[in-house]
């Protein structure tokens, strides 16, 4: 599809698939604007009475014109399949906002509030939604809300419509709407929607209502295994206020929910209007100088009459005084879990190690990161991702407060003692609510059994988590890429400098994944590694990104399900072969096999920002940031992307955050250097840059940026130094003529910056992958050769 043009909709590329069919972002010819176009899936489009509704409803839907709901812009037919064609946006959905968390009380409000919004609209034009739910309200890069999907509405009269044509069943898919004859998501439907009854506007409050009980607590309010424990808990239970759960949320936001919640419509807000204005009086109520918690709303005291005042009044005051306390006490104050309530949420700290650090520390990382790996496979369970761990590593801190900060509901905690050729290994599962212990031993074995002590561990805590885990969850969970003890403490070692990120680390990472390869040949993981190694080191030492097409080939020839081999080869694809589709198509495969690998999203991002696709890589990058949150790699990629789409004053800003946790990350230093030189702060420029080239070991690609740096000072003499010392270092190994080109575009010597180009060109030096985006090559872009040079890499049409 990716390519084609329909009817007047070039088809760029695809952005997402659900239950309803594939979304493609598209350039509208005829406006030259960009668009979503989503296509009704194979099977949806066999059924004509479904292609009917979402036609007929999609026409109702287009009469909505409201900031808060996405636009839909046209309708048509692509040979069978039915498409719409909506406003694009940049963002992420409310689930993803989420992610399992609870959002602050100012955060819920300002986007319930544009929600409700959009709802009350859709009302008022006689339009209820029937899918309200977290993944179809959407929060943009500036916080604005879309509430989408609104094409599988129903138009109705002011009063109730029967359903009775359209009976709902079972969908237990927390995202999934089945339009063929199920309407809604279970976990969102109303008690009427669940029994198939008539409905109207209040359908959609009650459903609005599960999204801000799980704005409020991170969590669903109706939760089972299965649609009948689901259906039962709509119809026959109600949930524990949302303050329980999280002590933040005011008493008056727990009353909010619970009428939205109410089963008995006709005791549920009767219209959007109610439920917003209760909303905005809360925002209001909740402002900067007061508190949020800690007294009740006026509705719930009751004043004395004017004559009782005196010792009525001063008791009723005492009275209120002790009530307001009490409450704001029983707010804060940390509320017991239900003993039989499942564990949503894990954090696995640093395992520690005794002796010297140097002797363990390799492995107490490793088994940690494996853990780590091992947990986020299993559903319905949220892991504290590695750098937000690994920011505790040698704090010494209790367990309990560690895991009350990073609101989780577990916390895995572990020790290792090498003695001679045994190890040690003490590992603990917690639970944070009372801190007592859920299940804890000590594995005393020689270091080559280190793997099946891993596997002893997770299945422990995979017992304690889930016991119920299928087989094939569990199997997922505790997968070994090698059998060989040896080769995976190599691997460990490998993993452990190349999250260091240094020049030198990538050099001894590179060792130790041959040597982990040398002692077991079909170690997919482990070449893998070396790739993504050789990738990394390749950005400062160009000889070394040779290595890394070959280490990802042999990855994927022993396991084609690998992700990371799939993201390495991704790489290749753009910065040594060159071949732009493949290399989206392999990044792709990568997200697809492991949603929850950030380094898939990044790289994927980095490749969108290459490509200049700017909005969609920051959504990639920021959805990376989700997942490593304290990631120097994807923070300062991010950095990149802004330095790369102009926005320069973002790009510094990203960078300075990206150094305040790690101080000594070439790469930032290298962009934050480049982005104060464009910036005219040429001092700041010069620092930062020779500071990279220290940490990067003088690589002639960083030397050519502080070459460039001094062409913009306007020191002549500095950076024409810098290029006779590039000509000198080039007799004795490999300078990328791009390095030579950055300098001389600075200069203002065009001729000689494109014939340096042209010959990068001509060396398949990597660097020239960027050029089109590169803010030190803008003063060429409307020169001849330059756009000629585009044209070759197939960079520009």
Same mark, same amino acid.
């Given at each position: 599809?990716?390519?084609?043009?329909?009817?007047? /909709?070039?088809?760029?590329?695809?952005?997402?698939?659900?239950?309803?069919?594939?979304?493609?972002?598209?350039?509208?010819?005829?406006?030259?604007?960009?668009?979503?176009?989503? +296509?009704?899936?194979?099977?949806?489009?066999?059924?004509?009475?479904?292609?009917?509704? +979402?036609?007929?409803?999609?026409?109702?839907?287009?009469?909505?014109?409201?900031?808060?709901?996405?636009?839909?812009?046209?309708?048509?037919?692509?040979?069978?399949?039915?498409?719409?064609?909506?406003?694009?946006?940049?963002?992420?959905?409310?689930?993803?906002?989420?992610?399992?968390?609870?959002?602050? @009380?100012?955060?819920?409000?300002?986007?319930?509030?544009?929600?409700?919004?959009?709802?009350?609209?859709?009302?008022?034009?006689?339009?209820?939604?029937?899918?309200?739910?977290?993944?179809?309200?959407?929060?943009?890069?500036?916080?604005?809300?879309?509430?989408?999907?609104?094409?599988?509405?129903?138009?109705?009269?002011?009063?109730?419509?029967?359903?009775?044509?359209?009976?709902?069943?079972?969908?237990?898919?927390?995202?999934?709407?089945?339009?063929?004859?199920?309407?809604?998501?279970?976990?969102?439907?109303?008690?009427?929607?669940?029994?198939?009854?008539?409905?109207?506007?209040?359908?959609?409050?009650?459903?609005?209502?599960? @999204?801000?009980?799980?704005?409020?607590?991170?969590?669903?309010?109706?939760?089972?295994?299965?649609?009948?424990?689901?259906?039962?808990?709509?119809?026959?239970?109600?949930?524990?206020?949302?303050?329980?759960?999280?002590?933040?949320?005011?008493?008056?936001?727990?009353?909010?929910?619970?009428?939205?919640?109410?089963?008995?419509?006709?005791?549920?807000?009767?219209?959007?209007?109610?439920?917003?204005?209760?909303?905005?009086?809360?925002?209001?109520?909740?402002?900067?100088?007061?508190?949020?918690?800690?007294?009740?709303?006026?509705?719930?005291?009751?004043?004395?009459?004017?004559?009782?005042?005196?010792?009525?009044?001063?008791?009723?005051?005492?009275?209120?005084?002790?009530?307001?306390?009490?409450?704001?006490?029983?707010?804060?104050?940390?509320?017991?879990?239900?003993?039989?309530?499942?564990?949503?949420?894990?954090?696995?700290?640093?395992?520690?190690?005794?002796?010297?650090?140097?002797?363990?520390?390799?492995?107490?990382?490793?088994?940690?990161?494996?853990?780590?790996?091992?947990?986020?496979?299993?559903?319905?369970?949220?892991?504290?991702?590695?750098?937000?761990?690994?920011?505790?590593?040698?704090?010494?801190?209790?367990?309990?407060?560690?895991?009350?900060?990073?609101?989780?509901?577990?916390?895995?905690?572990?020790? @290792?003692?090498?003695?001679?050729?045994?190890?040690?290994?003490?590992?603990?599962?917690?639970?944070?609510?009372?801190?007592?212990?859920?299940?804890?031993?000590?594995?005393?074995?020689?270091?080559?059994?280190?793997?099946?002590?891993?596997?002893?561990?997770?299945?422990?805590?995979?017992?304690?988590?889930?016991?119920?885990?299928?087989?094939?969850?569990?199997?997922?969970?505790?997968?070994?890429?090698?059998?060989?003890?040896?080769?995976?403490?190599?691997?460990?070692?490998?993993?452990?400098?190349?999250?260091?990120?240094?020049?030198?680390?990538?050099?001894?990472?590179?060792?130790? +994944?041959?040597?982990?390869?040398?002692?077991?040949?079909?170690?997919?993981?482990?070449?893998?590694?070396?790739?993504?190694?050789?990738?990394?080191?390749?950005?400062?030492?160009?000889?070394?990104?040779?290595?890394?097409?070959?280490?990802?080939?042999?990855?994927?020839?022993?396991?084609?399900?690998?992700?990371?081999?799939?993201?390495?080869?991704?790489?290749?694809?753009?910065?040594?072969?060159?071949?732009?589709?493949?290399?989206?198509?392999?990044?792709?495969?990568?997200?697809?096999?492991?949603?929850?690998?950030?380094?898939?999203?990044?790289?994927?991002?980095?490749?969108?920002?290459?490509?200049?696709?700017?909005?969609?890589?920051?959504?990639?990058?920021?959805?990376?940031?989700?997942?490593?949150?304290?990631?120097?790699?994807?923070?300062?990629?991010?950095?990149?992307?802004?330095?790369?789409?102009?926005?320069?004053?973002?790009?510094?800003?990203?960078?300075?955050?990206?150094?305040?946790?790690?101080?000594?990350?070439?790469?930032?230093?290298?962009?934050?250097?480049?982005?104060?030189?464009?910036?005219?702060?040429?001092?700041?420029?010069?620092?930062?840059?020779?500071?990279?080239?220290?940490?990067?070991?003088?690589?002639?690609?960083?030397?050519?940026?502080?070459?460039?740096? /001094?062409?913009?000072?306007?020191?002549?003499?500095?950076?024409?130094?810098?290029?006779?010392?590039?000509?000198?270092?080039?007799?004795?190994? /490999?300078?990328?003529?791009?390095?030579?080109? @950055?300098? /001389?575009?600075?200069?203002?010597?065009?001729?000689?910056?494109?014939?340096?180009?042209?010959?990068?060109?001509?060396?398949?030096?990597?660097?020239?992958?960027?050029?089109?985006?590169?803010?030190?090559?803008?003063?060429?872009?409307?020169?001849?050769?330059?756009?000629?040079?585009?044209?070759?890499?197939?960079?520009?049409?």
């Amino acid at each position: 599809m990716i390519g084609e043009t329909v009817t007047h /909709y070039r088809i760029l590329d695809r952005i997402g698939e659900g239950g309803m069919g594939v979304v493609y972002r598209a350039e509208d010819t005829r406006l030259g604007r960009q668009v979503a176009v989503k +296509f009704l899936s194979a099977k949806l489009s066999q059924d004509q009475s479904a292609v009917d509704r +979402f036609q007929r409803e999609a026409r109702a839907a287009s009469s909505l014109n409201h900031p808060h709901i996405c636009a839909l812009y046209d309708i048509g037919r692509h040979g069978d399949l039915p498409f719409l064609v909506m406003e694009l946006l940049d963002g992420t959905t409310l689930r993803r906002r989420i992610g399992g968390l609870a959002l602050s @009380v100012d955060t819920l409000l300002e986007l319930a509030g544009q929600a409700a919004e959009a709802l009350e609209a859709a009302h008022n034009a006689g339009i209820v939604h029937r899918d309200i739910k977290s993944a179809n309200i959407f929060v943009t890069d500036r916080g604005q809300v879309k509430v989408l999907d609104f094409g599988l509405a129903k138009l109705v009269n002011r009063t109730a419509v029967p359903d009775s044509a359209e009976t709902t069943t079972a969908d237990t898919g927390r995202d999934s709407t089945d339009t063929g004859h199920t309407l809604g998501t279970l976990s969102y439907m109303s008690p009427e929607q669940a029994r198939g009854e008539e409905l109207d506007a209040r359908t959609d409050l009650f459903s609005f209502g599960v @999204v801000l009980y799980e704005m409020a607590t991170g969590r669903d309010p109706f939760e089972g295994r299965t649609s009948a424990l689901i259906f039962d808990a709509i119809l026959n239970h109600t949930p524990a206020p949302p303050s329980a759960i999280n002590p933040r949320v005011p008493s008056e936001l727990d009353h909010i929910i619970a009428k939205a919640l109410e089963k008995d419509r006709d005791l549920r807000y009767q219209t959007t209007a109610e439920l917003r204005a209760d909303l905005k009086r809360l925002k209001r109520e909740t402002g900067p100088t007061r508190m949020t918690t800690a007294a009740p709303s006026a509705r719930s005291v009751a004043q004395p009459p004017a004559k009782a005042w005196g010792r009525t009044a001063a008791i009723a005051g005492a009275g209120v005084v002790v009530l307001a306390a009490a409450i704001a006490l029983w707010q804060f104050w940390p509320k017991p879990t239900p003993a039989n309530a499942p564990i949503d949420s894990v954090a696995v700290l640093p395992f520690t190690t005794a002796g010297a650090a140097g002797d363990t520390e390799y492995l107490t990382d490793g088994i940690t990161e494996s853990l780590i790996n091992g947990l986020a496979q299993l559903p319905d369970l949220r892991v504290s991702a590695r750098s937000v761990v690994f920011k505790y590593k040698g704090q010494n801190k209790d367990p309990q407060d560690v895991g009350k900060e990073l609101q989780v509901r577990a916390v895995v905690t572990g020790r @290792v003692t090498a003695r001679g050729d045994r190890l040690v290994i003490q590992a603990e599962l917690m639970d944070v609510a009372n801190a007592s212990q859920l299940w804890g031993d000590s594995y005393n074995r020689p270091t080559a059994d280190l793997l099946a002590v891993q596997d002893e561990i997770a299945g422990e805590i995979l017992d304690k988590l889930r016991p119920r885990l299928s087989g094939e969850d569990k199997k997922r969970a505790t997968k070994r890429y090698t059998e060989n003890a040896e080769a995976y403490q190599l691997y460990l070692q490998g993993r452990y400098h190349s999250n260091k990120g240094t020049i030198a680390s990538y050099k001894k990472a590179i060792e130790y +994944f041959q040597q982990a390869i040398g002692k077991d040949p079909k170690y997919a993981l482990a070449y893998a590694g070396l790739a993504d190694a050789s990738l990394s080191l390749g950005s400062y030492w160009v000889e070394a990104i040779s290595d890394a097409k070959a280490a990802a080939l042999n990855a994927l020839q022993i396991d084609p399900g690998l992700a990371e081999a799939h993201v390495a080869l991704g790489n290749i694809k753009m910065w040594l072969d060159w071949d732009w589709p493949a290399a989206e198509r392999e990044l792709l495969q990568g997200i697809s096999l492991n949603t929850n690998l950030a380094l898939a999203h990044d790289q994927y991002g980095v490749y969108l920002a290459t490509m200049g696709r700017f909005p969609n890589a920051t959504s990639e990058l920021k959805r990376a940031l989700d997942l490593e949150p304290l990631s120097p790699v994807i923070n300062s990629d991010l950095g990149w992307t802004f330095l790369f789409a102009g926005q320069r004053a973002d790009a510094i800003a990203q960078f300075r955050r990206t150094l305040e946790f790690d101080s000594n990350a070439v790469s930032v230093h290298r962009g934050l250097g480049i982005a104060y030189s464009e910036e005219g702060r040429h001092e700041e420029a010069i620092a930062e840059l020779k500071q990279a080239l220290t940490l990067a070991e003088n690589s002639p690609v960083v030397l050519g940026q502080l070459g460039a740096a /001094y062409a913009r000072q306007g020191k002549r003499t500095e950076a024409d130094a810098v290029l006779k010392n590039l000509q000198e270092l080039s007799a004795r190994e /490999y300078v990328p003529s791009s390095a030579l080109a @950055v300098v /001389y575009a600075a200069l203002g010597d065009k001729t000689r910056a494109l014939d340096a180009l042209d010959k990068a060109y001509e060396e398949h030096d990597f660097s020239v992958v960027q050029i089109a985006v590169a803010p030190w090559f803008k003063s060429l872009r409307e020169e001849p050769r330059f756009v000629a040079l585009l044209q070759k890499l197939k960079l520009k049409s």
